[in-house]
């Protein structure tokens, strides 16, 4: 079946440090790939995706890749800042499986000053 | 502000009653589901729709019931709360189910749900 699995939390970093956040997937056929954040207090915005191998998405300094080979898609940024404290959900939309996103558990990122 | 409004943002039931969570949007989106978030487990989907009239399970729907009478409205009934239902639940919307990969979907900020 399709199922998504990220690294624990709380990932706690300081303001500049870079941030990786694992992410790996199984899946039937080429599924699309998502990064969502939470803020706290609020519900969920779509930060990246990719919808094919090699796809490399990216939004306000995160970068992600759609790695078929090792079935990835691990978040990273070069320089994390205080506002990028958040809960960072990896998700996985099954192929024709329009109906549903298979969400992992979510990672915790807090970055202080 | 557009988007997707959930009411109310917190509750607490007691074992055996029952409520209605609210969802409405204004973006004239076709498709719009119900996740809960339970710690440790991510999102899980519990009923969608892909338009006015058409309602589907999906992955936990046991205890719950949707009607979508209006493009605009998607509520969710709780027949008989249960502690297990203790959850937070968020409604998201997008403008067509194969939009998922264009838009990715929108999310309303939730309801804490607690019963006793």
């Known amino acids: 079946g399709n199922s998504v699995t990220q690294m624990e939390g709380p990932v706690t970093l300081s303001e500049e440090a870079f941030l990786t956040i694992n992410c790996t997937y199984t899946?039937?056929?080429?599924?699309?790939l998502f990064w969502y954040v939470q803020y706290p207090g609020e519900g969920l915005q779509l930060l990246l995706k990719?919808?094919?191998?090699?796809d490399k998405g990216s939004n306000k300094g995160f970068e992600a890749t759609y790695r078929k080979e090792t079935t990835s898609f691990h978040l990273e940024k070069g320089s994390v800042q205080v506002s990028d404290s958040a809960v960072y959900f990896c998700?996985?939309?099954?192929?024709?499986?329009?109906?549903?996103?298979?969400f992992g558990a979510g990672t915790r990122l807090a970055v202080h000053p | 502000n557009a988007g997707v409004t959930q009411t109310p943002k917190f509750q607490v039931l007691k074992t055996g009653q029952s409520m209605t969570l609210q969802c409405a949007q204004d973006m004239n989106h076709e498709y719009m589901s119900w996740y809960r978030q339970d710690p440790g487990m991510g999102l899980r989907l519990i009923h969608y729709?892909?338009?006015?009239?058409?309602?589907d399970q999906g992955e936990v729907p046991n205890g719950y019931n949707v009607s979508r009478s209006t493009t605009e409205d998607f509520p969710l009934r709780l027949l008989s709360a249960a502690p297990s239902q203790t959850s937070v639940y968020f409604c998201?919307?997008?403008?067509?189910?194969?939009?998922?990969?264009?838009?990715?979907?929108?999310f309303g900020s939730g309801t804490r749900l607690t019963v006793v």
């Open positions: 998700a996985l939309g099954p192929p024709g499986g329009y109906n549903k996103l298979i």
């Open positions: 899946a039937t056929g080429y599924p699309s």
């Open positions: 990719a919808t094919k191998a090699d």
């Open positions: 998201a919307s997008s403008p067509g189910r194969e939009d998922r990969d264009t838009y990715g979907y929108t």
């Open positions: 729709s892909v338009g006015a009239g058409i309602t």
